[in-house]
């Protein structure tokens, strides 16, 4: 019994040690509230119309025992593509976009490459057919909103990856998975019938270099270079209002987010309404406003 007691002492001073915690959050966020901005942002999912095309310049590189041979060659295709985004701001005035995901999906399509061009004796052909190729980002991107509309992601992560299979002067086949960086822009505009359309996208160029362990004998170096050239790709969407301090989705505002908040208390996480880098209490003077919404 002495030591139930004592388990039970010592989970009320555990139990004492969270409310007081608490309470100070409480207190610290109802001095802070009168400061707090108001929230309001949407969600949507965009995506590329039937009539979206993408310019594809490929450009290989290829290295042999005659040295090293290098030719382009441009397709246009059809593109699809889809993206989910959060918009932050009043509605539809929006200041910020974060793209949560973004897919580009342009056509399977064939190159065709001269390499190792010599006089009289001509060049040799090599045909790459590009299958299953998309253009991925893997984590979140966030940018604020220009007045123009226009949109910048330095840098932003993504991955390239599809299955490529050479003819002519080289027979093999592969896979391409290429996680990277590349500097990404559109523009965000709201537009009539409560939608949001994503334009004047452009994407920096994306270096493949090929496994050497997957090429064939005599082929030392591959590198495969993908610029897009997306003047004719668009994508649009309905937006809908979302409440930011619905953190579970559950649909209403309550003790599961207040439990979620204090759970990522001084660090980063979906809390941080006020963008800080660290929940507290203006976070927690945010989410009891909006309590039962």
Same mark, same amino acid.
């Given at each position: 019994?002495?030591?139930?007691?004592?388990?039970?002492?010592?989970?009320?001073?555990?139990?004492?040690?969270?409310?007081?915690?608490?309470?100070?959050?409480?207190?610290?966020?109802?001095?802070?509230?009168?400061?707090?901005?108001?929230?309001?942002?949407?969600?949507?999912?965009?995506?590329?119309?039937?009539?979206?095309?993408?310019?594809?310049?490929?450009?290989?590189?290829?290295?042999?025992?005659?040295?090293?041979?290098?030719?382009?060659?441009?397709?246009?295709?059809?593109?699809?593509?889809?993206?989910?985004?959060?918009?932050?701001?009043?509605?539809?005035?929006?200041?910020?976009?974060?793209?949560?995901?973004?897919?580009?999906?342009?056509?399977?399509?064939?190159?065709?490459?001269?390499?190792?061009?010599?006089?009289?004796?001509?060049?040799?052909?090599?045909?790459?057919?590009?299958?299953?190729?998309?253009?991925?980002?893997?984590?979140?991107?966030?940018?604020?909103?220009?007045?123009?509309?226009?949109?910048?992601?330095?840098?932003?992560?993504?991955?390239?990856?599809?299955?490529?299979?050479?003819?002519?002067?080289?027979?093999?086949?592969?896979?391409?998975?290429?996680?990277?960086?590349?500097?990404?822009?559109?523009?965000?505009?709201?537009?009539?019938?409560?939608?949001?359309?994503?334009?004047?996208?452009?994407?920096?160029?994306?270096?493949?270099?090929?496994?050497?362990?997957?090429?064939?004998?005599?082929?030392?170096?591959?590198?495969?270079?993908?610029?897009?050239?997306?003047?004719?790709?668009?994508?649009?969407?309905?937006?809908?209002?979302?409440?930011?301090? +619905?953190? =579970?989705?559950? #649909?209403? @505002?309550?003790?599961?987010? /207040?439990?979620? !908040? *204090? $759970?990522? %208390? &001084?660090?980063?996480?979906?809390? +941080?309404? =006020?963008?800080? #880098?660290? @929940?507290?209490?203006?976070? /927690?003077?945010? !989410? *009891? $406003?909006? %309590? &039962?919404?």
């Amino acid at each position: 019994m002495a030591t139930a007691l004592k388990h039970s002492v010592n989970t009320t001073k555990t139990n004492r040690k969270h409310l007081s915690r608490w309470a100070a959050a409480v207190a610290s966020a109802s001095t802070l509230g009168a400061a707090l901005p108001a929230l309001a942002d949407a969600t949507a999912t965009v995506t590329a119309p039937v009539t979206a095309t993408a310019t594809i310049t490929m450009t290989l590189s290829i290295t042999t025992s005659l040295g090293t041979s290098t030719d382009s060659d441009v397709k246009t295709v059809a593109a699809a593509g889809h993206a989910g985004l959060s918009l932050v701001g009043p509605n539809p005035q929006w200041t910020d976009l974060v793209v949560e995901d973004v897919l580009l999906d342009p056509a399977d399509t064939q190159f065709h490459f001269d390499l190792y061009c010599f006089p009289i004796i001509g060049c040799q052909a090599l045909n790459v057919s590009l299958t299953n190729f998309t253009i991925a980002s893997t984590a979140p991107m966030t940018s604020p909103i220009s007045a123009t509309g226009a949109v910048a992601f330095p840098a932003a992560s993504l991955v390239a990856q599809g299955d490529y299979a050479t003819t002519g002067v080289s027979t093999s086949s592969g896979t391409i998975v290429n996680y990277t960086n590349a500097d990404f822009t559109c523009r965000v505009q709201s537009l009539p019938k409560s939608r949001v359309g994503l334009d004047q996208f452009t994407l920096a160029p994306v270096v493949s270099v090929i496994d050497p362990a997957s090429l064939p004998a005599g082929v030392t170096a591959l590198t495969i270079t993908i610029a897009s050239n997306l003047t004719n790709f668009t994508m649009v969407g309905p937006w809908s209002a979302g409440n930011p301090f +619905d953190l =579970d989705h559950d #649909g209403q @505002v309550s003790a599961p987010d /207040l439990s979620i !908040l *204090l $759970s990522q %208390w &001084g660090g980063p996480g979906s809390a +941080d309404f =006020d963008g800080s #880098g660290a @929940v507290g209490g203006p976070d /927690l003077a945010s !989410l *009891l $406003s909006a %309590w &039962g919404t």
